[in-house]
């Protein structure tokens, strides 16, 4: 597709690409642990707080989740040849990034209200959990990295 007719968010996941590196997958996704605003009731708040701190990352400072920023909006999780990482979803700036062979798996979890939830596993033994709109997508990021 031409950069022309090409998505705002698929130029943002094409955006600062290495000479030779390619786009395998790219999708908008929220990190669960700092999810805002998924629901506006007062037990649905007191269920965001919970998912944001049960759930959300697992492995210990230092790990390689624990090296992802705190960010609460969507961004775009690309996976690349080379590496995996969110960028900003207007632009393409990258937020966090690591290399692609850090990542172990991606695991389908039970969806949440109307959010497809899902963890990336890194090779340390540490994940992240995201929730994202479509199942496809997380289907799309199993198929390049495993599950």
């Known amino acids: 597709m031409s ?5 705002v968010r698929e130029r943002a996941a094409r955006s600062q690409l290495a000479p030779g590196e390619q786009l395998l997958s ?14 506006v009731n007062v037990g ?10 049960v759930g959300a990352q697992g492995g210990g400072h230092g790990s390689i989740a ?5 960010v609460s909006r969507g961004l775009v999780l690309r996976v690349t040849t080379q590496r995996v ?5 207007l632009d393409g700036t990258p937020v966090w990034e690591i290399p692609r062979n850090w990542v172990a798996r991606v695991e389908r979890r ?6 497809a939830r899902f963890r990336v596993h890194y090779a340390d033994g540490s ?5 994202t709109f479509r199942r496809r997508t997380i289907e799309s990021f199993r198929a390049v990295l495993g599950g």
């Open 66 to 70: 624990a090296s992802c920023p705190d």
């Open 85 to 89: 990482g969110l960028v900003n979803n």
């Open 44 to 53: 649905g708040m007191v269920g965001n707080a919970i998912m944001r701190n």
């Open 110 to 115: 039970p969806r949440l209200q109307l959010m």
């Open 3 to 7: 950069a022309a007719g090409a998505s």
């Open 127 to 131: 994940w992240l959990a995201f929730m």
């Open 26 to 39: 790219y999708a908008l996704v929220v990190p669960v642990k700092n999810a805002r605003g998924v629901s």
